[in-house]
Each structure stands twice: as structure tokens, then as C-alpha cells.
T-cell receptor, first 112, second 115 residues
Framework: AQKVTQAQTEISVVEKEDVTLDCVYETRDTTYYLFWYKQPPSGELVFLIR??????QNEISGRYSWNFQKSTSSFNFTITASQVVDSAVYFCADTGGFKTIFGAGTRLFVKA | SAVISQKPSRDICQRGTSLTIQCQVD?????MFWYRQQPGQSLTLIATANQGSEATYESGFVIDKFPISRPNLTFSTLTVSNMSPEDSSIYLC????????????FGQGTRLTVV
């Protein structure tokens, strides 16, 4: 069974601060795929990053980075030097059997 | 990638009526998914629509309330039947690539208000 938990409901930061969004996943699969999506106020869903269960390295892509820890079943997402345009709801998601299950989402407010 | 068109983009409906939402994809896909996003909430999967077979519904969703059609590999419809104000939500169509590690693509959503 897939389950994704985002314990942080809302986070508020001041522009240029770094912010980390937490995600804990549960799965019985040995191979699984984790994602982060962004939903800005306009409502569309934007794919941000992907992680396969067999990837070993954490990566950085521009201002985004992620920390995948199998030992704690966590897949945390960090935005460095946040900007007002980063204000959105961020969803962690798990894809198993091709269907995507979303966490509850974390609403991020970035104040100027 | 996939481009998904959903119609209508929004509607206001009377309780007790039904609304059919259309989803058109620009490429052939095996599976299509329908999600509901209630105000301020996350996306909840309603069902998986496969061409040539009945849709597979998630717990809490039934075919009588949310009948789904999948006549071909690029098109699907979701009907919200006998609507009540609690059905007011955004309904989204989604597809994924043929490889398990591809991200999901979403339509722009249908914002439904039931009065």
C-alpha cells in the first residue's frame, strides 16, 4: 500500500531564507518512485523532481535539492534562497503501479 | 510529455443534476486517472480508466456516482451524478508515461460548484 505523509501543513518564510519540506512515505514495494509537485495559486500542477528507490545519490537542481533517506523513509525537499514566486502548495507523491498517491500538501508562504 | 485538455474548465450546476467532464490527451496512453481536489485539500484518486475495460475505483468512490468512459486511448469522460454541494471540487484528469518512473501529467482541471 502507498501512503505519503506531509506533517507540515503551512510554512511561512521570508524571502531568501532556505526552506525544507518534509515527506515520509510508506510502501511495501521494493521499487518505487517518489515525486514532488508544486501547485501555485493558479491551480496547475507542476512536476518538480523525481526519485527512484534505487538511486543512491541526492541531487541539486538549481535552487532545489532533495534528501532521500531510506533508513527513515523520508524524501525531503529544500528550496534555497526562497523567492515570493515559490509561494504555492507543495505535494509529495508516490507512484506505484502507475497510479500516483499524493500527500496532504504543505502550503508555503514566502514573504517579501 | 503529454498535453491534456479538459472540458469544461468550470461549471455551476444545480443539485440533483449530472455533469460530464471530458479529457483529451494528445497521445495514446494506456491508463488515465481521475482525481478530485476538494477546496484546500490534496488530490484524491477517484479511479483508473483503462481502455476496453471497466474503470477501477478507489475506496470511497463508486461507479453509480462517478461513471467513467474510456472509448479509446486518447479520451475519457467522468460523470458526476446526482450532484450535491459536497461534490463541489476541482476534478482533474491525469496520465503517466509508459514507464513507471515518469511523472504524472495533468489537465487544467474542472472547477465544479454545485448550488
Amino acid at each position: 500500500a502507498q501512503k505519503v505523509t506531509q506533517a507540515q501543513t503551512e510554512i511561512s518564510v521570508v524571502e531568501k531564507e532556505d526552506v525544507t519540506l518534509d515527506c515520509v512515505y510508506e510502501t511495501r514495494d521494493t521499487t518505487y518512485y517518489l515525486f514532488w509537485y508544486k501547485q501555485p495559486p493558479s491551480g496547475e500542477l507542476v512536476f518538480l523532481i523525481r526519485r527512484n528507490s534505487f538511486d543512491e545519490q541526492n541531487e541539486i537542481s538549481g535552487r532545489y535539492s532533495w534528501n532521500f533517506q531510506k533508513s527513515t523513509s523520508s524524501f525531503n525537499f529544500t528550496i534555497t534562497a526562497s523567492q515570493v514566486v515559490d509561494s504555492a502548495v507543495y505535494f509529495c507523491a508516490d507512484t506505484g503501479g502507475f497510479k500516483t498517491i499524493f500527500g496532504a500538501g504543505t502550503r508555503l508562504f514566502v514573504k517579501a | 510529455s503529454a498535453v491534456i485538455s479538459q472540458k469544461p474548465s468550470r461549471d455551476i450546476c444545480q443539485r440533483g443534476t449530472s455533469l460530464t467532464i471530458q479529457c483529451q490527451v494528445d497521445s495514446q496512453v494506456t491508463m488515465m486517472f481521475w482525481y478530485r481536489q476538494q477546496p484546500g485539500q490534496s488530490l484524491t484518486l477517484i479511479a483508473t480508466a483503462n481502455q476496453g475495460s471497466e474503470a477501477t475505483y478507489e475506496s470511497g468512490f463508486v461507479i453509480d456516482k462517478f461513471p467513467i468512459s474510456r472509448p479509446n486511448l486518447t479520451f475519457s469522460t467522468l460523470t458526476v451524478s446526482n450532484m450535491s454541494p459536497e461534490d463541489s471540487s476541482i476534478y482533474l484528469c491525469s496520465v503517466v508515461g509508459d514507464r513507471a518512473n515518469t511523472e504524472a501529467f495533468f489537465g487544467q482541471g474542472t472547477r465544479l460548484t454545485v448550488v
